[in-house]
């Protein structure tokens, strides 16, 4: 045989084997893609379903991070690298997590955890944006998986509550509900979702929605009175204030008011039956402000050396100048803001700032200027404003690892930015990588 019929054949098998392998590894790559909305679907009910207040942490890390490095590894994401809401969160990550090597102060292992957190959170925020398109195109299944994860999470935290902790203390539950607060944030944030959803696809909702939803509302809200984070509560009060007037706008007259005042009525009732009416509001006003003013005061009064840059991500609470000049004295908890915004500015200062200011008014712009009607808008808005309330006195920075505040902040943060803008350009194929 000749030799360049050789060395032909040698290039032509060569060519063969490495498309079969493109298409071995194309089709792997689409399974994996495919099991995306399963995986998803699986962690939500473990965020608040799990035997073990971390396991769903470990399902993150150990099966939705390989798979989106699958997918980012074989060009399968889907995600629009030109995304603006993308670009400056992950602008905002990487300077939060580098910048605390030069300006922070305390222990070195504090600011490689920081930089840990900052690398956690963009692989978190990648794979938000690699589930979401699915949660939009389709709406009314991921509705009804949201409002049955909240109603399901409440009443097994109400039910701990009542036989297992036999009605002392707050109530907690499963999962990343564990906590009192978080819990009550967790609940609402995922109600609201599926709430918006469900009542965008349906003009009219059947029976079994309607039982659904009337289940999963009456549940979240005994939830977060019995968690007695007054937070949650508030934000919680809020958001029935809106939807009890988006339900008498929808439906004037008696039946309206009907609805409203039996939802009302059944969780004023078991909060009395309870506690009494009188012995609840003491438990809530007994514990003043938790030293939140004290708390904001030393970090604004106790400034670091320069605004612009802050302390540094990774600096703890008490290498701070307010624990020794201000905390400590008056007997303040040495913690840390209580506050996303200051929490940001004394972290990452200004510049962190305008970072996290930049995110919510690219989320408010999509949401004033996307092809929606005005009242898809506002509640788009109220998801908005439930997140607000819920961090406004809990969370202290939007750049950690896997934790409560990515399911409360987030998951309905980008949710509403994948249903703004329509989620055309998360998918776009001529950016997709």
């Not at 978190?124 to 299944?141: K, Q």
């Not at 002392?168 to 539950?173: A, C, M, P």
Request: hydrophobic share 55%.
């Amino acid at each position: 045989m000749p030799e360049h019929e050789v060395v032909g054949e040698q290039v032509n098998g060569q060519q063969v084997g490495s498309s079969l392998n493109r298409v071995s590894q194309s089709t792997f790559a689409e399974k994996v893609k495919n099991r995306v909305p399963l995986l998803f679907a699986i962690w939500l009910f473990v965020t608040v379903l799990a035997p073990h207040q971390d396991l769903y942490k470990v399902f993150f890390h150990g099966i939705l991070i390989p798979v989106l490095l699958i997918l980012l590894f074989t060009r399968r994401t889907g995600i629009n690298w030109r995304d603006p809401f993308l670009l400056v969160s992950l602008a905002f990550f990487a300077y939060a997590s580098l910048s605390t090597f030069i300006v922070g102060s305390g222990p070195v292992d504090e600011h490689v955890r920081a930089f840990r957190w900052g690398v956690e959170i963009t692989f978190g925020l990648l794979a938000l944006y690699v589930w979401m398109p699915h949660v939009i195109r389709s709406p009314r299944w991921w509705a009804l998986l949201f409002l049955w994860a909240a109603l399901l999470g409440a009443l097994s935290a109400v039910i701990i509550f009542v036989f297992y902790l036999d009605l002392k203390g707050r109530l907690w539950g499963l999962g990343a509900l564990h906590n009192p607060i978080q819990a009550g944030s967790i609940l609402l944030a995922y109600f609201a979702i599926g709430h918006f959803m469900l009542a965008r696809v349906s003009s009219s909702f059947t029976r079994s929605e309607i039982i659904l939803l009337g289940a999963s509302i009456t549940s979240v809200c005994m939830a977060v009175l019995l968690s007695e984070s007054r937070a949650p509560i508030g934000a919680m009060a809020l958001y029935l204030v809106y939807l009890g007037v988006l339900l008498l706008v929808k439906a004037p007259g008696i039946r309206g008011f009907l609805v409203v005042g039996a939802v009302l009525a059944s969780i004023a009732g078991v909060v009395v039956l309870l506690y009494g009416g009188d012995s609840y509001l003491q438990q809530l006003l007994g514990r003043g402000m938790s030293y939140r003013l004290d708390i904001w005061r030393g970090y604004l009064e106790y400034p670091p050396a320069s605004w612009w840059v802050g302390f540094g991500a990774g600096t703890p609470p008490d290498v701070l100048p307010a624990a020794e000049a201000y905390w400590i004295p008056k007997g303040v908890p040495v913690t840390h803001a209580h506050n996303l915004f200051i929490g940001t500015l004394a972290e990452t200062g200004i510049i962190g700032l305008c970072f996290l200011v930049m995110m919510i008014g690219l989320v408010i712009r999509s949401v004033v200027k996307c092809r929606a009607s005005m009242e898809e808008k506002v509640g788009l808005l109220a998801i908005l404003g439930l997140v607000f309330m819920l961090t406004l006195t809990g969370s202290h920075t939007v750049v950690s690892s896997i934790k409560a505040v990515w399911l409360f902040l987030w998951i309905p943060v980008v949710f509403v930015w994948f249903w703004s803008v329509g989620g055309r350009e998360s998918h776009s194929a001529s950016n997709a990588g």
